[in-house]
């Protein structure tokens, strides 16, 4: 609860923060809808690939991974079970304690990421870059930072460079 008297949004703070709110859930289902036609892969299954390619030796502990997706551990569990089932993801018991699971991503599983990389960058050009001026992208970039961080959940995933062919 704020300790605040609560000021009303300005027409124009109204019509940013529905729009923002409409494109936080269409534009995630824009990527699910394109790697699903193109790649028969879900952006839930893509985004966990791309995170493991991103890990040291290509490994996380779920947990870990289940919070660089914004993913409860009971979603990234069944994520990583459908990858495991494709051989695309393997699980390992965690040798700093014997307790957890590591999910690491197989050889078959980066050749997979490779394939489906061109579709998911040409998706986020199509619904997102392709929209924003590029003099605005760092003040936008900022912004959006700044949202993230200021939430409970903002710390859990790290800044990354340029999208590039995963490695």
């Known amino acids: 609860m ?3 008297a609560p000021v009303p949004l300005t027409r124009e703070e109204e019509a940013f ?5 409409r494109a936080m859930l269409t534009v995630p289902r824009a990527f699910d809808a394109d790697l699903l036609r193109e790649q028969r892969l879900s952006h839930s299954e893509y985004s966990a690939l791309r995170h493991l390619s991103e890990a040291p030796d290509r490994r996380l502990r779920m947990s870990d991974l289940a ?5 409860s551990l009971s979603g990234i569990t069944r994520i990583v079970t459908r990858l495991e089932g494709q051989g695309l993801v393997q699980r390992e018991r965690s040798s700093s304690d014997g307790r957890g699971w590591n999910a690491v991503l197989s050889d078959a599983g980066l ?6 990389w ?5 998706s986020v050009r199509r619904h997102v870059i392709d929209h924003v001026r590029p ?3 760092p003040a936008f970039t ?3 930072q700044r949202f993230a961080d200021d939430t409970q959940c903002g710390q859990m995933q790290p800044e990354r460079g ?3 062919v995963p490695t």
């Open 162 to 164: 340029e999208m590039e």
């Open 135 to 137: 003099a605005d992208l």
């Open 111 to 116: 050749h997979r990421l490779r394939q489906a």
């Open 118 to 122: 061109p579709t998911h960058l040409a």
């Open 67 to 71: 919070a660089a997706g914004a993913l």
């Open 142 to 144: 900022t912004a959006l």
């Open 2 to 4: 704020t300790d605040y």
């Open 17 to 21: 923060v529905r729009a923002l709110g």
